[in-house]
């Protein structure tokens, strides 16, 4: 198991300011900086797109954790990569039979793969393509707003995940984390936490993401 990754979502940040708010937090200890995208298809939210990616590859060396909730991800993941990211995240419900191809074009670019399952989404779909990422990502929450309530079960795939998973892999889980309840999905086995209100709404980050790592 690599040390814990702790992976602000800006999607809690002040948009206005997110220059400052990445900052704020890789001073704080992140080391990755997650970036939700989202269509108003695949979830019922609509959120930044390819532009914004670019963006902030100008003003951090940070990891950019770019996570894909978007239906036909095959279209638009060259457009993440020439934006900038460094690991692209897409769905499996999204991508079907185009799963093997849409790792296929982010690994053949050289960047982390990684492919995420939404809560109805039984851990076993993911297992035929556990060799073949970087990541995987277990929501927790049901995927398209942030300040959702943990959902327990969710984090119970952690250990199927785990049975499974090559030594490197990187079990990344998404969806009302904070200290107590990233304790839970650690001891199950992940060691990648998305925060976002946990992180960006709290009064001390670098307390708070110290806490975090050490879970």
Known sequence: MS????????????????????KSVTMSGAKWIHIDVMDGHFVP????????VKSLR???????????MIDNPEKYIPDFIQAGSDII???????RAKTCACIDLIKEAGLRAGISIKPKTPAKEIIP????????????????????????KCAQK????????PDNLII???????DKTAKICKDLGANCFVCGNYVFKSENRK??????LSV
């Open 3 to 22: 040390d814990i990754i702790i992976s602000p979502s800006i999607l809690s940040a002040d948009f206005a300011n997110l220059e400052d708010e990445i």
């Open 89 to 95: 995240t897409f769905h499996l419900e999204a991508a």
């Open 158 to 165: 952690i250990t199927e995940i785990k049975k499974w998973a």
């Open 172 to 178: 990344q889980v998404d969806g009302g984390i904070n």
């Open 207 to 212: 307390q708070v993401i110290k806490r975090l």
């Open 129 to 152: 393509y556990i060799d073949k990422v970087d990541m995987v990502l277990i929501m927790t929450v049901e995927p398209g707003f942030s300040g959702q309530i943990f959902m327990p």
């Open 45 to 52: 939210n609509i959120t930044i797109g390819a532009p914004v």
């Open 58 to 68: 100008k003003i951090t060396k940070e990891i950019l954790d770019v996570h894909l």
